[in-house]
């Protein structure tokens, strides 16, 4: 089936710390790979995606790389700020099927 | 461009009353979702739409979950009765139809309280 495996929480880091989240999948077919984030009151905002082995997806500074040999999708960051406080999701979708498959997702929390 | 809508944002009720939640998409997003977001996880699709049919509902309730789109638009969710488990936020999403059909754009939530 299609899953997703996301590391656990909580995560706290301080000021200009690296970021690593962990996400691993299984899919049925050719999955395309997301990050969303929510922040606290709002709702899930679509963060990067990859749709192919070996794309890298970037915004806002984070980074995923799609690894196929690996089936993972893990979420890096150099420097976090304050402003990355969140829920962060590992999410896919196989393509026929187009609904997401979420993990279970991780908070993050910086401190100054 | 308006995002995804929702009403209420908020809402407490009894157990065995009724409940029911309201989506406006984004316009011209053919493509709608429902999914249930239960604390501490992540969001599992309840049903997705596509314009006014139903293209999954496999994981509906469908005992004491119903959902409609009229007209392609606007959609509601509805629990009849509720019980504490439906404890939840309830996200809509909506996407465009074509080959950006994973990218799916979230609306803030309802948050439901079963007492």
């Known amino acids: 089936g299609n899953s997703v495996t996301q590391m656990e929480g909580p995560v706290t880091l301080s000021e200009e710390a690296f970021l690593t989240i962990n996400c691993t999948y299984t899919?049925?077919?050719?999955?395309?790979l997301f990050w969303y984030v929510q922040y606290p009151g709002e709702g899930l905002q679509l963060l990067l995606k990859?749709?192919?082995?070996?794309d890298k997806g970037s915004n806002k500074g984070f980074e995923a790389t799609y690894r196929k040999e690996t089936t993972s999708f893990h979420l890096e960051k150099g420097s976090v700020q304050v402003s990355d406080s969140a829920v962060y999701f590992c999410?896919?979708?196989?393509?026929?099927?187009?609904?997401?498959?979420f993990g279970t997702g991780t908070r993050l929390t910086v401190i100054p | 461009e308006a995002g995804v809508a929702q009403s209420p944002r908020y809402k407490i009720i009894e157990k065995r009353q009724s409940v029911a939640f309201w989506c406006n998409p984004i316009?011209?997003?053919?493509?709608l979702y429902w999914y249930q977001q239960i604390l501490g996880q992540g969001p599992k699709l309840l049903i997705q739409?596509?314009?006014?049919?139903?293209?999954?509902d496999s994981q509906l309730p469908k005992d004491r979950f119903s959902a409609e789109r009229l007209k392609g638009v606007d959609s509601t969710l509805k629990i009849q009765p509720a019980k504490l488990e439906d404890s939840a936020v309830y996200l809509c999403?909506?996407?465009?139809?074509?080959?950006?059909?994973?990218?799916?754009?979230f609306g803030p939530g309802t948050r439901l309280t079963v007492t």
């Open positions: 999403a909506s996407s465009l139809w074509g080959t950006d059909t994973y990218e799916q754009y």
């Open positions: 899919a049925t077919g050719y999955p395309s």
């Open positions: 990859a749709t192919k082995a070996d």
């Open positions: 999410a896919l979708s196989v393509a026929g099927a187009n609904n997401l498959f």
């Open positions: 316009s011209g997003h053919a493509t």
């Open positions: 739409f596509q314009n006014n049919g139903v293209v999954d």
